[in-house]
């Protein structure tokens, strides 16, 4: 096996196994509405392998900027061609995203391109803009314009700043179905976070009643995605809170993994940790096969 994609026989009994490995007997089918596409370090048979091994159905492909790992690099697109082409090699498995560099005069021409191709959102959006800003409008503009959801990092002080000021998008949109993720996302589940709390994330006890909650209670057309550590960490971190969380916010919710496809579990295989949280905290079997698909098969239309 090599890093350019799976034997002929390792594609075969994956095909086979997939639906006997979509999760345990009885419950729901999953779609991962967050898994990043192969990275020239990993190529495509790390991502394959971690999806089959996780048991998920389905996975929407995003695409990385440079600006996402770090503002100074000149800006680069990470796994736009390798998501378009691996959702073509295995359709049934994998949709994919597109991305453009808000801050460029070329945005709006690169993702028209894409989403005229068949890319079925955008994101994962992660650039050091605010998250009402003029440029992110013209993000949103084309979302609306071809019906895809479009999936924002926010991180304070970096990535999609001002989530206080986000209702106002949500209002100006309803059109558009936006997905939340990340540190600051997930950290105003809490009434009483404190914004510059970024790293470490916040543990302890969650008041009700923070942005994030509102968010989701209060527009139809804002998910959450529970991906990476800031996701896990919100369902671990006050489980009495997650499991109302959950049942508050069932039809809002979508399962994510984030994971950097390096290795088929341990500490940073957010996948398995969080379908692990999930199936344990979910008030109902009804809930968790939202959480797991029927949200995001809604969602992406699959």
Not at 55 to 71: D, E, M, Q, Y
Not at 252 to 272: P, T, V
Request: with cysteine.
């Amino acid at each position: 096996m090599n890093d350019a994609g799976l034997t002929r026989r390792e594609a075969l009994v994956g095909a086979l196994g997939l639906l006997a490995r979509a999760a345990p007997e009885g419950t729901s089918p999953i779609l991962d509405i967050h898994c990043h596409a192969p990275f020239p370090t990993h190529g495509e048979s790390w991502v394959v392998r971690h999806q089959r091994a996780a048991g998920i159905r389905t996975s929407a492909l995003l695409p990385l900027n440079s600006a996402g790992a770090n503002a100074g690099l000149p800006s680069f697109n990470i796994g736009q061609g390798s998501a378009l082409q691996l959702a073509r090699k295995y359709p049934g498995e994998f949709r994919w995203f597109a991305i453009a560099d808000p801050r460029k005069k070329s945005c709006a021409r690169t993702l028209r391109k894409h989403l005229e191709a068949g890319a079925r959102g955008i994101g994962e959006m992660k650039f050091p803009v605010e998250c009402d800003s003029p440029k992110m409008e013209v993000v949103y503009e084309l979302a609306r314009e071809f019906e895809v959801p479009v999936l924002l990092h926010f991180e304070h002080g970096a990535f999609n700043r001002g989530i206080e000021r986000f209702y106002r998008i949500a209002a100006q949109y309803p059109g558009v179905n936006f997905i939340g993720h990340a540190q600051t996302w997930w950290g105003n589940i809490d009434l009483y976070h404190r914004q510059e709390q970024v790293w470490p994330e916040p543990e302890g006890t969650v008041t009700p009643g923070g942005i994030t909650d509102r968010l989701l209670a209060e527009y139809p057309n804002v998910f959450g995605d529970f991906s990476g550590h800031s996701g896990l960490n919100s369902l671990l971190r006050d489980e009495e809170h997650a499991r109302s969380f959950l049942n508050r916010h069932q039809d809002r919710l979508l399962f994510g993994s984030d994971c950097l496809h390096r290795r088929m579990g341990g500490r940073q295989c957010w996948a398995a940790q969080t379908l692990a949280a999930l199936r344990r905290l979910a008030p109902s079997k009804e809930i968790l096969a939202k959480v797991l698909w029927g949200n995001g098969q809604q969602l992406l239309r699959v």
